[in-house]
């Protein structure tokens, strides 16, 4: 079965500091990975989608950037942290489309990021 | 352009009675829904998904859901509730060919004993 990873799973940085937070999927070859970002508990955002090694797609322009370095692992960065940058961080994977499209998203535990 | 509306913010019901949680959509072609549910501090969890066939779709724990093509809704439902039932839960849409999934603002669903 398939089971994907986030870590850290909190995390408390300095406002300008880096940022790495890892997500890595397991019992599954190419999935499309994702990143979100849920504020406050509620809505989420879609940060960054990779159907594919290096393949980064970004819907939000910002101090953030995904890289994905093998087929199976996605990272999230930061050269300098914001105060705003705060919230909870969703991976979240899918097998690839079908003739039906794309299939469900499945969700990694996440990982709570505060910026103090 | 795809959207997914959940007009509750907040649902209160019994332990053993019935539970509706609403969401109406709204894409340019034909829609692919889904629901999820999240737990204080956690990721969220898979439900259930339309996609097309039967319009009541069931689920996990005991959750089905009624697709309305005229009414464009996809409400969630579980004929009795439990207090473990209580949580987040999202309602998501996409077209056939996009990648993404639009999200709900999410229903905060509470279960009393």
């Known amino acids: 079965s398939q089971t994907i990873h986030q870590w850290p799973a909190t995390l408390v940085q300095p406002v300008g500091s880096p940022l790495s937070l890892e997500c890595t999927v397991e019992g599954t070859s190419n999935p499309n990975l994702y990143w979100y970002r849920q504020a406050a508990g509620r809505g989420l955002q879609l940060l960054f989608y990779s159907v594919g090694i290096g393949q980064i797609s970004s819907e939000v322009p910002q101090n953030l950037s995904a890289s994905r370095p093998q087929d199976r692992q996605f990272i999230l960065s930061s050269k300098k942290l914001l105060l705003s940058d705060s919230g909870f961080y969703l991976c979240a994977w899918s097998g690839p489309p079908t003739e039906r499209g794309y299939n469900e998203q499945f969700f990694g535990p996440g990982t709570r990021l505060t910026v103090l | 352009a795809q959207s997914v509306a959940q007009p509750e913010d907040q649902v209160n019901v019994a332990e053993g009675n019935p539970l509706t949680v609403k969401c109406t959509y709204s894409?340019?072609?034909?829609?692919?829904l889904f629901w999820y549910v999240q737990y204080p501090n956690r990721g969220l969890q898979f439900l259930l998904k339309y996609i097309t066939g039967d319009n009541l779709v069931k689920g996990s724990y005991g959750f089905e859901a009624e697709f309305n093509k005229s009414q464009t809704s996809f409400h969630l439902k579980k004929p009795s509730a439990l207090v473990s039932d209580s949580a987040l839960y999202f309602c998501?849409?996409?077209?056939?060919?996009?990648?993404?999934?639009?999200f709900g603002a999410g229903t905060t669903v509470t279960v009393r004993a």
């Open positions: 894409v340019s072609g034909n829609p692919y």
């Open positions: 998501a849409v996409r077209d056939w060919d996009d990648y993404k999934l639009s």
